[in-house]
């Protein structure tokens, strides 16, 4: 099962030991979710975002903490 990394850009904050999905659209879908999380209760900074990449280390999605 492919590993993916979420990263917080903006914050330096970086995935070490990643998370196994089945496919990139599951790990999306879970970077959605958490980025839903994560904007409730914060004013983000429009340049903060969850970055996703993959085993290989191209990023296959950015989703924006700021609400």
Same mark, same amino acid.
């Given at each position: 099962?492919?590993?993916?990394?979420?990263?917080?850009? #903006?914050s330096g904050a970086n995935?070490?030991d990643g998370q196994d999905?089945?496919?990139?659209?599951?790990?999306?879908?879970?970077?959605?979710?958490?980025?839903?999380?994560?904007?409730?209760?914060?004013? #983000?900074?429009?340049?903060?975002?969850?970055?996703?990449?993959?085993?290989?280390?191209?990023?296959?999605?950015e989703e924006p903490l700021?609400?």
């Amino acid at each position: 099962m492919p590993r993916y990394y979420f990263h917080l850009r #903006g914050s330096g904050a970086n995935d070490q030991d990643g998370q196994d999905f089945p496919d990139d659209a599951a790990a999306i879908a879970e970077a959605k979710a958490v980025a839903g999380e994560l904007r409730q209760g914060r004013n #983000g900074s429009s340049h903060e975002h969850l970055l996703v990449t993959n085993e290989k280390g191209e990023t296959i999605h950015e989703e924006p903490l700021a609400s």
